[in-house]
């Protein structure tokens, strides 16, 4: 049901939209189906909420630190809920979700609530004789609309900073995958969160994404998704109330492996980083550059790796990858893997959907792949690695860089002074050395060019949930 | 001409556009008109100055500071005629162009080449064994669209942050004020600025404007300038390729004035709050709200204050006010104060155009203004000025932050509690105590709402 002022109410038009299990195809239960009208319910509660002397304005910030605490400590308890709810409406294996995404969400409210007592401002030496200083202000009401790819997680990347920094919020999750931001809902009534801090209005995005890019009461909207709805709603921000606007949008991640790499730790870690979560993530190494001299081994040792890369039920603990998101996914994924067959790459093993099993797809690895090819350019979101050939740095920086994207990137080497001329050189918000998806509360994370707008964690996020103030007071004397 | 690559250029178009003095009317020269294709060539020139390995990008930090600095020296030797252009080309009062605007150009631009070699990122205690750390990279080509009320002065707010984080721009000035803009890329050059890092693209705002908030090679706009353009240049960076984007739109500020203030520093602050610059600025307080056991007072020393004044040619001392900037603004200014007698609120002074040459209106002051009446809700941008009555705290705080701007606010008292719970309750991006437009260099300056995204400053 719809989450406002801490109860759950049905939609306004009676209307409701099922949510699926990938794995089974069956669906697990029907969920009301929010419109304008439901969010501008949602709207009027977070601004109520927002209100001068409301209990949200009012309390301390640590007082607001605590909630998060306890937040995080209910996360904990209903920590087996969580993941199987969303392992069965994402297809996700089950132990990553436990381990991963609840491990992130957890730790991220922890390390935001260390932070709501912290939001400072300055004092500044202005001319003559002024007292001035800045105030970091909550924004107001924040919209959210999360993806299917990492609902929970994703939410609370949002979540965590809006709230730390006193701010209300309107959240709209992925259709796909509504059930744990649904959860949360309870969790947030039972922490103690006064009613209308938090509001989670499930629907489309054409419907209830865009009443919320479109509102002229909401101050700020955050969207993590594709870059094309990304483009939508920058505009839908402007053409209404100039709200602030935070995106994290798509990417087509470069894997540099340089001659001198530990070979094994990036054929791991390149194998992980473009097949974790189904290939559907963000920062999916999808364009995988190996240095010549190594090639033909890397390529090897990849296929090996994927060959062996267990798909399965996501229930069953051997599984590493389980279905895709839903038929629409699934269906663009085979189209790419066509057209890299077509385009002239080397299809190395998998390459097609496993018989009979509805929405699962073989791991699949490309070689002999160049970057004018389909697979080499778009965004597949799906368990398929192309690899492909350099031979000399100043080439590499230059592939690398040439995508309208810019969210991560990853090199390989033992050389300090390549690593780090290719951490300079790379125009993505994070640059991975020696790793891949070292992803933690505290690092902030974000994309250049259009991978997107702002940055979520770190401290750098509390900039995007605040508005800065600057107070100046005339004094009879300089002091 | 056209400034690209530290070179002069004709438009590929080989149009040209008038400029012209608004106390005269008469024609000042012509400026090449630039248009898409002259934005494409200033965006290839800035973009190869931003190459990997190139003079700018290789450059140290502290030279970026020493260059702005050099800067600053050329334009305080060349003070004199950049004022003269500004009054000429704005209408703007020479002495002020000289000492205020010349002065915040000069202030601001070194106060950004102190900040070019202090640009931190920072290291981060991440989980588990890593060792991450964070970098403030130049965001790449940045366009900037610039006004014309303080053509100097917002040129130098857009340039002095950019360069000083080692971006390179593309500048289109406003077309009534493209001089002082023009001016400085011969300043730039003689400082030693690399060809390509400063382009000045002179035009109109359909064409060379919405270039660049079109532009897929654009990395970032800022624009200074009207909320309704301002939406659509957002717009037009989600449209494009989601360039980053920098607003200052603007404001219907309101300047609070409580019985407990020095009354004498309220009016004057009152009155150059919203007078300054013929009332074309976008922190002007054009909703005074005095509370009522003071109200006549008030209003009867604003008037005063108001009828003092001499409208003239803005070259010549002992000028106070100059010309609104064109024949747009002006007919927009006399249909508001229209309204204002229409609405019913009661004209004191002025209220209708001043001379038979030139873009010239009467101070104007309006009281027993209402909030629903046109002149207390839209930005008029002129020298008229509203003064209101209240009564309570929580209903002054209701009746200013109604309003989908939110740049500056003031609070007139001596009350400390009353100053802060203000300072605290206001929704704008600056609010003053006892004080009007103190800005400089130091403040961060932007607006809540409506009136902008960003800081700038």
Not at chain 1, 148 to 164: G, I, Q, S, T
Not at chain 2, 34 to 61: I, N
Request: net charge neutral.
């Amino acid at each position: 049901q719809i989450f406002i002022n801490n109860d759950w109410h049905e939609s306004t038009s009676g209307k409701k939209f099922p949510t699926y299990n990938p794995s089974t195809l069956e669906k697990i239960c029907d969920i009301e189906e929010g419109d304008k009208p439901d969010v501008d319910n949602a709207v009027e509660a977070a601004k109520a909420a927002f209100q001068r002397g409301s209990p949200w304005r009012q309390m301390d910030a640590p007082s607001r630190g605590r909630l998060l605490h306890k937040l995080a400590d209910l996360l904990e308890r209903d920590r087996v809920t969580l993941a199987t709810l969303e392992t069965m409406d994402t297809g996700k294996p089950f132990l990553q979700a436990y381990f991963i995404d609840l491990e992130g969400c957890i730790k991220t409210l922890r390390y935001y609530a260390g932070w709501a007592d912290k939001i400072q401002g300055r004092t500044i030496p202005v001319d003559e004789n002024f007292v001035c200083f800045t105030r970091h202000e909550p924004m107001g009401v924040c919209g959210a609309i999360t993806p299917w790819n990492f609902p929970l997680l994703m939410l609370v990347w949002k979540m965590a900073p809006a709230l730390c920094c006193g701010n209300t919020l309107v959240i709209k999750p992925a259709e796909q995958t509504p059930l744990t931001s649904l959860y949360i809902g309870s969790l947030i009534k039972e922490v103690g969160f006064p009613p209308g801090v938090v509001n989670i209005v499930p629907g489309y995005g054409p419907t209830a994404g865009a009443a919320i890019s479109t509102h002229d009461s909401i101050d700020k909207i955050a969207f993590t998704g594709s870059t094309e709805v990304g483009k939508l709603i920058k505009e839908a921000a402007s053409k209404s109330n100039l709200k602030r606007v935070t995106l994290e949008l798509g990417g087509k991640n470069p894997c540099i492996v340089c001659a001198d790499a530990d070979l094994d730790l990036a054929v791991e870690c390149a194998h992980q980083g473009v097949f974790f979560n189904q290939g559907q993530c963000c920062t999916a190494a999808s364009r995988v550059f190996v240095e010549e001299q190594i090639y033909p081994e890397f390529v090897k040792r990849s296929v090996e790796f994927a060959k062996k890369r267990l798909v399965g039920d996501p229930f069953d603990a051997r599984t590493e990858q389980g279905p895709q998101i839903d038929q629409k996914q699934f269906d663009k994924i085979l189209e790419l893997i066509e057209s890299g067959k077509k385009e002239g790459a080397k299809l190395e093993c998998g390459g097609l959907a496993i018989e009979d099993r509805g929405l699962f797809i073989k791991p699949t690895v490309f070689s002999e792949v160049t970057d004018n090819m389909r697979i080499a350019k778009e965004e597949i979101f799906g368990p398929v690695q192309p690899i492909m050939k350099f031979k000399s740095i100043e080439e590499v920086i230059r592939r690398a860089n040439s995508t309208e994207y810019g969210l991560t990137a990853a090199v390989f080497t033992k050389n300090l002074d390549r690593a780090l001329t290719l951490a300079s050189a790379l125009q993505s918000g994070t640059v991975w050395i020696n790793c891949y998806n070292a992803l933690y509360a505290q690092a902030p994370f974000g994309g250049f060019k259009m991978s997107g707008n702002g940055r979520e964690l770190g401290e750098y996020a509390l900039a995007e949930y605040t508005e800065v103030k600057t107070v100046t007071i005339k004094l009879s004397q300089k002091s | 001409k056209i400034f690209i690559n530290n070179e002069w250029h004709d438009s590929v178009s080989g149009k040209k556009f008038a400029v012209f003095n608004p106390a005269t009317e008469e024609k000042i020269c012509e400026v090449e008109e630039g248009d898409k294709v002259d934005v494409d060539k200033a965006v290839k020139a800035a973009r190869k100055a931003f190459e990997l390995g190139s003079t700018w990008r290789t450059m140290d930090a502290s030279e970026r500071g020493r260059l702005l600095n050099k800067l600053a020296d050329l334009v305080e030797r060349d003070r004199l005629i950049l004022a003269t252009m500004e009054t000429i080309d704005g209408g703007k009062l020479f002495s002020t162009a000289y000492l205020m605007d010349l002065g915040a150009c000069i202030k601001t631009l070194r106060y950004c080449a102190g900040w070019a070699d202090k640009i931190h990122g920072r290291t981060v205690p991440m989980d588990g064994n890593f060792f991450t750390f964070t970098r403030h990279e130049p965001i790449g080509v940045c366009g900037q669209i610039i006004p014309w009320n303080f053509p100097l002065v917002m040129f130098i707010w857009k340039i002095a942050p950019a360069l000083c984080c080692g971006n390179t721009v593309v500048v289109k000035p406003a077309e009534q004020t493209p001089l002082s803009a023009l001016y400085m890329g011969s300043l730039i050059k003689e400082a030693g600025f690399p060809p390509g890092v400063v382009n000045i693209v002179p035009g109109f705002g359909p064409t060379a404007g919405a270039a660049i908030s079109h532009h897929m090679d654009i990395d970032k706009v800022a624009f200074t300038g009207s909320t309704e353009v301002g939406k659509l240049i957002k717009e037009a960076a989600g449209k494009s390729n989601l360039k980053r984007v920098t607003l200052e739109l603007g404001g219907k500020s309101p300047n609070i004035i409580f019985a407990d203030a020095d009354l004498d520093a309220a009016v004057e602050f009152a009155h150059i709050g919203l007078f300054y610059h013929q009332g074309q600025c976008c922190i002007a307080g054009s909703r005074i709200f005095v509370e009522e056991p003071i109200y006549d007072e008030f209003v009867r020393r604003s008037i005063e204050r108001a009828k003092k004044y001499t409208l003239g040619d803005p070259l010549m001392p002992g000028v106070q006010q100059g010309p609104q900037i064109d024949k747009e603004q002006f007919k927009k200014i006399l249909e508001l104060i229209e309204s204002g007698k229409k609405e019913g609120a009661k004209l004191e002074c002025g209220g209708g155009p001043w001379g038979d040459k030139g873009y010239f209106i009467q101070p104007t002051v309006f009281s027993d203004v209402t909030d629903d009446m046109r002149i207390a809700k839209e930005e008029i941008f002129g020298p008229v000025q509203q003064i209101m009555k209240f009564k309570t705290i929580d209903e002054v705080i209701k009746r200013a932050n109604n309003t989908t701007y939110g740049l500056a606010a003031a609070v007139f008292t001596k009350d400390i509690d009353k100053a802060l719970t203000f300072a605290a309750a206001l929704q704008a991006g600056t609010v003053w105590v006892n004080c009007y437009s103190a800005l400089s260099a130091q403040c961060p300056f932007g607006g809540f709402k409506m009136s902008g995204n960003g800081r700038e400053m």
